[in-house]
T-cell receptor
Framework: AQSVTQLGSHVSVSEGALVLLRCNYS??????LFWYVQYPNQGLQLLLK????ATLVKGINGFEAEFKKSETSFHLTKPSAHMSDAAEYFC???????????WGAGTKLIIKP | DVKVTQSSRYLVKRTGEKVFLECVQD?????MFWYRQDPGLGLRLIYF???????EKGDIPEGYSVSREKKERFSLILESASTNQTSMYLC????????????FGQGTRLTVV
């Protein structure tokens, strides 16, 4: 069965520091990969997605992610954290089906002033 | 502006009550989903629907049912609410393609007392 692993349920960084949120997936073929963000008391919104056009994907709010097939990873990064980045981040995989997403457990990003 | 609207942000219900959670989307999407979100568990799929009157069980369908009589509306029903169904419920919709973005509602925080 497909699975998605997000390392660290909580990640804490200082404002201005590099943000790195890790995501690994299990799949025998390259899937579609997504990062979503959830701000407090809100639904999820798409940050970025990988659909095989390019391995480095740029998203909203300065985030980007790199697809590494050899490592089955799709880590999310941002060069300089801002207080407004405090949220929960979810990695998701769409294997090859036309409707089902498989979700990681989420990582809460905490920004220290 | 595309929208998925859930009928309530907060609900408090008593054990044994029948509970209806409503979700409406205005994007003419074929696929609609109900998820449950609990801390540390990510999003777990309860039911999804890929067409009017069609439904498929997700990972945790026990204690829930759904109804999709119109394309834009997908209802989640708790037949007899129990305290272990206290959770955040998220509705989402997508086009029928693996690489498409999922649009989420704001969520309904249900407390069963």
């Amino acid at each position: 069965a497909q699975s998605v692993t997000q390392l660290g349920s909580h990640v804490s960084v200082s404002e201005g520091a590099l943000v790195l949120l890790r995501c690994n997936y299990s799949s025998s073929v390259p899937p579609y990969l997504f990062w979503y963000v959830q701000y407090p008391n809100q639904g999820l919104q798409l940050l970025l997605k990988y659909t095989s056009a390019a391995t480095l994907v740029k998203g909203i709010n300065g985030f980007e992610a790199e697809f590494k097939k050899s490592e089955t990873s799709f880590h999310l990064t941002k060069p300089s954290a801002h207080m407004s980045d405090a949220a929960e981040y979810f990695c998701a995989v769409s294997p090859n089906s036309n409707y089902q997403l498989i979700w990681g457990a989420g990582t809460k990003l905490i920004i220290k002033p | 502006d595309v929208k998925v609207t859930q009928s309530s942000r907060y609900l408090v219900k008593r054990t044994g009550e029948k509970v209806f959670l409503e979700c409406v989307q205005d994007m003419d999407h074929e696929n609609m989903f109900w998820y449950r979100q609990d801390p540390g568990l990510g999003l777990r799929l309860i039911y999804f629907s890929y067409d009017v009157k069609m439904k498929e069980k997700g990972d945790i369908p026990e204690g829930y049912s759904v109804s999709r009589e119109k394309k834009e509306r997908f209802s989640l029903i708790l037949e007899s609410a129990s305290t272990n169904q206290t959770s955040m419920y998220l509705c989402a919709s997508t086009l029928p393609s693996g690489n498409t973005e999922a649009f989420f509602g704001q969520g309904t925080r249900l407390t069963v007392v």
